[in-house]
């Protein structure tokens, strides 16, 4: 279900479209349907439908059929779910799940699709402290569920409840398309509850099962900004835990934030307030300083990630080589390919450049479309420039090359292999292997030369 508004969030953007962990709200539900191998998810839009169904649209690689059904208006839970109906086979299991709860995990549901066998409604139920807003389980004096009875409508008695439903329920779907058609509104919110075909199941004389849980954050939903925050905690901290068990070693585990997929190999160490965005491998032994964010990038075995260090390797991807060391304050960025023991120190950007092994550019320079070979020392202040304002070319660095100190290379040029230039020298023109060159105006000295003064005041 993602049809309803989400008024509490005070934004434009669908409620079910907004982030934790780097993905929609929907798209976490969304990969959990694809984990229960489900053959079909039908979502269930309203507001913002065209921009959901799109969202939803953009997601590759699924294993599964996705349909739409379009709710308008939003008349409540069960009217939700009757719109879902025509794109129901009867010889299946219907798995109601929401939109705003992104933490479900596959297990649960898989124990939940068990407990209905697929002939029995079950209910998804964990107890609370403090029920408030939620349904409560009601049973007989035997521990059979007899009825889910909505806050607003509860007694005194039951709202002393403490076991509520968690919104998510595993049904046969010939039973659920026979029970929704017998849904009414007159509750005190004229809304057509789906949780009424508990009532239903009842009256038939069919079981109704619950399979409680006790871990609140799998069904906590997202109806505001500060819920959405709170849940993003507890998502990373999951990760962190995870990341942990797995040997990598956190200097904090509250101060990390995982916004895609992060694999880490054996005795990795990541420092505090670090980002992992998209596709992110870290290789054996690799170190990750504080303050860096790191994404879409592979960071080979024994690398250090000085602190400060921004890596984005968008749609190209980045890699750093074996032992290399990268920053403090560095800017990889995509296309960025470094071989082993390559150095790029403070204030250093890399875009799609190739540096060989031993390859160093330590500081204050900028390597763009440059192919670089084998220990080539790229000096302080210098920049490759790539661009003549319409189009890019590119820059070649021989092996052994010694590039001083605020140099420009103006591509396309080829640096022969050996070769050192000057620094300050602004080079247009390709040099042989071996060559000192030397771009620059002479140096002139003026003996006895006297500074302008100022005129003196009237």
Same mark, same amino acid.
Request: charged share 20%; aromatic share 4%.
């Given at each position: 279900?993602?049809?309803?508004k ?22 976490h539900v ?10 079909k ?13 799109a ?8 294993n599964y ?9 939003q008349?409540g ?34 124990h ?11 209910l ?15 049973r ?8 889910i ?23 046969? #779907? ?24 508990v009532?239903? #199941? ?24 500060v819920?959405?925050?709170q ?7 999951g ?8 040997g ?16 880490c ?14 596709q ?22 024994? #690398? ?21 060391l ?8 995509p ?23 031993g ?33 890019k070319h ?12 605020n140099c ?13 230039v ?37």
């Amino acid at each position: 279900m993602a049809a309803g508004k989400g008024t509490r969030m005070k934004s434009a953007l669908p409620k079910v479209l907004h982030r934790l962990g780097g993905r929609a709200l929907l798209q976490h539900v969304l990969d959990t349907a694809a984990s229960l191998q489900a053959r079909k998810v039908v979502v269930i839009t309203g507001h913002g439908a065209a921009q959901v169904e799109a969202a939803c649209q953009a997601n590759t690689g699924t294993n599964y059929a996705m349909e739409f059904a379009r709710q308008e208006p939003q008349l409540g839970t069960g009217h939700a779910v009757q719109q879902a109906l025509p794109h129901l086979a009867d010889d299946g299991v219907v798995v109601v799940l929401s939109g705003d709860v992104p933490l479900t995990q596959a297990d649960t549901l898989f124990h939940l699709i068990a407990a209905s066998g697929g002939t029995r409604l079950a209910l998804l139920t964990l107890e609370m402290p403090d029920p408030t807003g939620y349904g409560r389980i009601v049973r007989n004096a035997d521990g059979a569920v007899r009825a889910i009875v909505e806050h607003k409508d509860a007694s005194p008695e039951q709202r002393h409840i403490q076991e509520v439903y968690s919104g998510i329920m595993a049904v046969p #779907a010939a039973s659920l398309r026979r029970w929704l058609a017998r849904l009414g509104n007159h509750n005190a919110q004229g809304e057509y509850y789906l949780t009424d075909i508990v009532r239903f #199941a009842v009256s038939d004389g069919e079981a109704v099962v619950a399979h409680k849980i006790t871990d609140a954050v799998q069904v906590a939903g997202v109806n505001s900004p500060v819920q959405l925050a709170q849940l993003e905690r507890a998502y990373q901290l999951g990760v962190a835990h995870k990341l942990m068990e797995e040997g990598v070693r956190l200097a904090d585990p509250a101060r990390l934030d995982v916004r895609g997929d992060l694999s880490c190999a054996h005795d990795v160490s990541i420092d505090v307030n670090c980002v992992f965005e998209g596709q992110v491998n870290l290789g054996e032994g690799v170190r990750i300083g504080a303050n860096c964010v790191i994404a879409n990038a592979v960071i080979e075995a024994g #690398a250090v990630i000085h602190p400060f260090t921004h890596i984005d390797g968008e749609k190209l991807g980045v890699t750093v080589g074996v032992g290399s060391l990268i920053g403090p304050f560095a800017r990889l960025r995509p296309g960025a390919r470094l071989g082993s023991e390559v150095h790029i120190g403070n204030f250093v950007e890399v875009k799609n450049s190739t540096l060989a092994d031993g390859a160093k550019a330590n500081h204050l320079a900028y390597l763009g479309d440059a192919t670089v070979g084998e220990r080539v020392n790229f000096g302080a202040g210098s920049i490759t420039a790539n661009y003549d304002g319409a189009n890019k070319h590119r820059t070649v660095i021989g092996a052994d090359v010694h590039v001083g100190s605020n140099c420009v290379l103006i591509a396309p040029l080829t640096l022969g292999a050996g070769g050192t230039v000057g620094g300050g020298s602004t080079l247009t023109k390709s040099t042989p292997p071996g060559a000192l060159t030397v771009a620059r105006g002479k140096q002139v000295s003026i003996a006895d030369w006297s500074r302008p003064k100022k005129a003196p005041k009237a």
